[in-house]
């Protein structure tokens, strides 16, 4: 079965980086032909989704909260995708976790939807605090 592993959350000041990584593992999961996203979710709150990548280059979808601020990318050589969070405000504090879904090419261009259903394989997630 596929394991999602996310790593590198932490506790940052507003206007600081971070850069999570989802780690992907598990027999026959070759990443390149599955897309991919990021969500979180505040104390209080539903899940949002904040990014989204295809297969295929240029595919990248973003919130518009973090649009700007955000870049998703992945190394399908180490089955990881990654988040790099700049310009970080106290309300991107939230759990975030990363899904994949099955898309069987590498030519997917599509910009996905940021819709939990889309994504079939969920990782635990990693905190992420902005202080003020």
């Known amino acids: 079965q596929v394991q999602l592993v996310e790593s590198g959350g932490g506790l940052v000041q507003a206007g600081g980086s971070l850069r999570l990584s989802c780690a992907a593992s598990g027999s026959g999961v070759n990443l390149q032909y599955y897309a991919a996203a990021w969500f979180r979710q505040a104390p209080g709150k539903g899940r949002e989704g904040v990014s989204s990548i295809n297969t295929a280059d240029g595919s990248e979808n973003y919130a518009d909260s973090v649009k700007g601020r955000f870049t998703i990318s992945r190394d399908n050589a180490k089955n990881t995708v990654y988040l790099q969070m700049n310009s970080l405000k106290p309300e991107d504090t939230a759990v975030y976790s990363c899904?994949?879904?099955?898309?069987?090419?590498?030519?997917?261009?599509?910009?996905?939807?940021?819709?939990?259903?889309?994504?079939?394989?969920w990782g635990q997630g990693t905190q992420v605090t902005v202080s003020s």
């Open positions: 899904g994949i879904t099955y898309i069987g090419s590498t030519l997917g261009t599509m910009a996905l939807e940021l819709d939990v259903a889309e994504y079939d394989y």
